[in-house]
């Protein structure tokens, strides 16, 4: 079966430092461009991070120098590693297959929360 | 970055109602475009891309158009499992945005 599944969302500080993990089946993260999307609480949708399939990697403003995207083709995972949270960084995660930049297959979203 | 503004952003019709959902781009994005469906609880999920080329799969009451600065999403007859939350996004730059979305309500 086709499938992400996310994971290492919850609860931290203001300041502090989360990795969230996307693990694949079904496809390969090595060989597709891979993205994170972000969904605060009820609102819009916000688009994070992208990794193409060739390693470069690209960043929304609001996150640049605070993000992370990597994967580990031997683990088939995305990550994202997220430094520095603040408040405005608590939503729900998503990770999704991007193909011509577009996202064809989501994962079912992890929450973050980012509060003292 | 294609800032990208969606009209209205809600609406009330009622089922078998021909709904149009509007979506425009800062600058001229081609026919780089995407239209994605959320509902509560769920990840979106893509309509169309490419403006106006149908996700296999997806029912044919739904259709886009569109190029440059101005497009729209049309569902010619709302049926109950259309009402949910539309996106739309630009794909021609490659720092990615989503329009604010429309929330399609029942009457």
């Known amino acids: 079966e086709v499938q992400l599944v996310e994971s290492g969302g919850g609860l931290v500080q203001p300041g502090g430092s989360l990795r969230l993990s996307c693990e694949a089946s079904g496809i390969n993260v090595r060989s597709n461009h891979m993205s994170w999307v972000r969904q605060a609480p009820r609102k819009g949708l916000e688009w994070v991070s992208l990794i193409h399939d060739g390693g470069s990697t690209y960043y929304a403003e609001s996150v640049k120098g605070r993000f992370a995207i990597s994967r580990d083709t031997s683990k088939n995972t995305l990550y994202l590693e997220m430094n520095s949270l603040r408040a405005e960084d608590t939503a729900v995660y998503y990770c999704a297959r991007t193909v011509q930049y577009s996202f064809d297959l989501w994962g079912q979203g992890i929450l973050v929360t980012v509060s003292s | 970055d294609i800032q990208m503004t969606q009209s209205p952003s809600s609406l009330s019709a009622s089922v078998g109602d021909r709904v149009t959902i509007s979506c425009r781009s800062s600058q001229s994005i081609d026919t780089y475009l995407v239209w994605y469906q959320q509902k509560p609880g769920n990840a979106p999920k893509r309509l169309i891309y490419?403006?106006?080329i149908l996700q296999p799969g997806v029912p044919s009451r739904f259709s886009g158009s569109g190029s440059g600065t101005d497009f729209s999403l049309t569902i010619s007859s709302l049926q109950r499992e259309d009402f949910a939350t539309y996106y739309c996004?630009?794909?021609?730059?490659?720092?990615?945005?989503f329009g604010g979305g429309t929330k399609v309500e029942i009457k």
């Open positions: 996004q630009q794909t021609y730059s490659s720092l990615l945005t």
């Open positions: 490419a403006a106006s």
